[in-house]
């Protein structure tokens, strides 16, 4: 089945507390992206990659890393999680015009 | 700039009436344009996606979305809802070939039996 995963589905952790949330697709796109969601605000961009070893801001990159090492992976690393990070995160992949979503991670940071 | 407008922040209708949802866009290019619906704890599922040819689309789940240029409009709609269409639903700009989407805020529909 054609998806896209990520783990972990929820997370609560403290302030400064380095975390990496992973995203995999087994569909063989090039294209990736993280997106956040805030009530109010819909889906804003963070990071996006073309291929492996390409990757670009997007509208809201301050505060992320990105790292594109395989095509399949695509992990968003928070090194120093801040409250105002706390929000859904969906990981998405790109194929046939569109992007097909992960089924997001729940980010509470305290 | 590229930007998404979605008028209406919460719909409410009856199960078996009518629904249309509201989606303006701002785009430099032509543009290519989508509709994802997000139910309760989970993610975004397309629904449909305009890129050119015929104005009127079909999706899934029986909805259609109609492209006027004039109007920089992408609207959704459906017949006949049903309870279970009860979700949030997120219209989108972006490039066929490029890499992002622009997203707006969202319309949360309600559906009341």
């Known amino acids: 089945e054609a998806q896209v995963t990520q783990n972990p589905r929820y997370l609560i952790t403290v302030t400064g507390k380095k975390l990496t949330v992973t995203c995999s697709q087994n569909m063989n796109h090039e294209y990736m992206s993280w997106y956040r969601q805030d009530p109010g605000l819909g889906l804003r961009q963070i990071y996006y990659s073309m291929n492996v070893e390409v990757t670009d801001k997007g509208d809201v990159p301050e505060g992320y890393k990105v790292s594109r090492k395989e095509k399949r992976n695509f992990p968003l690393i928070l090194e120093s999680p801040s409250p105002n990070q706390t929000s859904l995160y969906f990981c998405?992949?790109?194929?046939?015009?569109?992007?097909?979503f992960g089924p997001g991670t729940r980010l509470t940071v305290l | 700039a590229q930007s998404v407008t979605q008028p209406d922040i919460h719909i409410t209708v009856s199960e078996g009436a009518s629904l249309e949802l509201r989606c303006n866009y701002s785009y430099g290019a032509t543009p290519y344009l989508f509709w994802y619906v997000q139910s309760p704890g989970q993610g975004l599922q397309l629904l449909l996606k305009y890129f050119s040819g015929d104005t009127l689309v079909q999706g899934i789940k029986g909805f259609e979305a109609e492209f006027k240029r004039s109007q920089s409009s992408f609207n959704l709609r459906k017949p006949s809802v049903h309870w279970s269409d009860a979700a949030e639903y997120f219209c989108a700009v972006g490039e066929r070939y490029g890499n992002k989407l622009v997203f707006g805020a969202g319309t949360i529909l309600r559906v009341k039996s």
């Open positions: 998405a992949s790109r194929g046939l015009g569109a992007q097909y």
